[in-house]
């Protein structure tokens, strides 16, 4: 396994759309393994693989307090959404910030798991708000992008002297 580096916004790739995985390989297992190796060494939650510069619809998520129960989406689609929900969030693509975004507050998607099995999850909470959140990231899009126009360009400009700093 390794640990791969992690896009930070504004970084114009993260804003690539991932495409369908066609089959689960044993590529596709490795970078799952270290999708989620680096998700626990973050620390994070959730990981999508636009984050780490790998233009495929995978996410990795682990809500668990005890850091034990890894979910692996692959090509996710949304069945249905209801509800809204406003809940902080934060990135691994933006450290350091959190804010409140509004998401549907149950949700039911499907995907396949890490051995290409179809599967369909009903879910709420902190689950539900990292999977739509990870979901975006395929898409291209960043939590912030939710963001009125003048947070959003603040926190580009911070974000952007950060990475000047840090070379
Ligand atoms: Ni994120």
Redesign the pocket.
């Known amino acids: 396994m390794a640990l791969l580096p992690i896009l930070e916004y504004p970084d114009p790739r993260l804003k690539k759309v991932a495409a369908p995985v066609a089959a689960v390989t044993p590529e596709i297992r490795k970078l799952v393994a270290d999708m989620a190796e680096t998700m626990y060494a973050a620390p994070g939650v959730g990981l999508a693989a636009t984050?780490v510069n790998v233009h495929k619809q995978v996410i990795v998520i682990d809500v668990s307090d005890e850091r034990n129960d890894l979910q692996v989406f692959i090509n996710p689609v949304l069945l249905e959404a209801e509800g809204q929900a406003e809940n902080e969030e934060g990135?691994?693509?933006v450290p350091g910030y959190y804010d409140r975004v509004a998401r549907a507050e149950r949700i039911r998607v499907r995907a396949l798991n890490a051995r290409g099995e179809t599967f369909e999850l009903d879910t709420d909470g902190l689950l539900a708000v990292c999977v739509q959140?990870e979901m975006d990231?395929l898409r291209g899009k960043?939590?912030v992008e939710y963001l009125s126009p003048l947070k959003r360009s603040r926190l580009a400009a911070r974000m952007r002297k950060k990475q000047k700093l840090a070379g």
Do not use: D, E, G, T
């Open positions: 984050q990135c691994l693509s959140h990231h960043v939590f």
